[in-house]
């Protein structure tokens, strides 16, 4: 069975400041691997995800995230936040040829000017 | 139009009444979902359906219908709900490509359901 932890459901920044979310994740077999973005009274977006290859994935906005298998982590970085940042981040897995997404709980960023 | 939409964007209705929520996508899917959304709970998958196949019912209350008549349009058939059902219902859509699920999946705005 597969499962994702989001560590922190919720995180403070400082505008500039690095952002880490973290994204632990469960599966028996190697897989497919999403970070989600959601605004107020919005749906979920993409911002970047991971197949195969590269283990270090770049996004949109500035987000990039590494896929260490070793440590069965999806990590979520921004080197500096912006304030248009603060929105819910999702982390997600699904298995090749399965249907079947799963989503964490849900990150809540906010960023302090 | 772009993308999926959901309409309406809000929804208010009584335990009584009987509604219908509506999904549409726009990408060329063949795959479409159903999600619930409820404050300080992970996203709960309710319906999938591929190729206007239903091919997964988390095991959903009946209270909940879903219908896909073509692979563009989704619905959410609502009846005698429960003020616990009120939540963000979402809608997504993804192409999947000869059995090879596990791609990103395009979300709607949702719709916010309240029961009174």
Known sequence: AQSVTQLGSHVSVSEGALVLLRCNYSSSVPPYLFWYVQYPNQGLQLLLKYTTGATLVKGINGFEAEFKKSETSFHLTKPSAHMSDAAEYFCAVSPPGGFKTIFGAGTRLFVKA | ?116
């Open chain 2, 1 to 116: 139009e772009t993308g999926v939409t959901q309409t309406p964007r809000h929804l208010v209705m009584g335990m009584t009444n009987k509604k219908s929520l509506k999904c549409e996508q726009h990408l060329g899917h063949n795959a479409m979902y159903w999600y619930k959304q409820s404050a300080k709970k992970p996203l709960e998958l309710m319906f999938v359906y591929s190729l206007e196949e239903r091919v997964e019912n988390n095991s959903v209350p009946s209270r909940f219908s879903p219908e896909c008549p073509n692979s563009s349009h989704l619905f959410l058939h609502l009846h005698t709900l429960q003020p616990e059902d009120s939540a963000l219902y979402l809608c997504a859509s993804s192409q999947e490509r000869g059995g090879l699920w596990g791609t990103e999946a395009f979300f709607g705005q949702g719709t916010r359901l309240t029961v009174v």
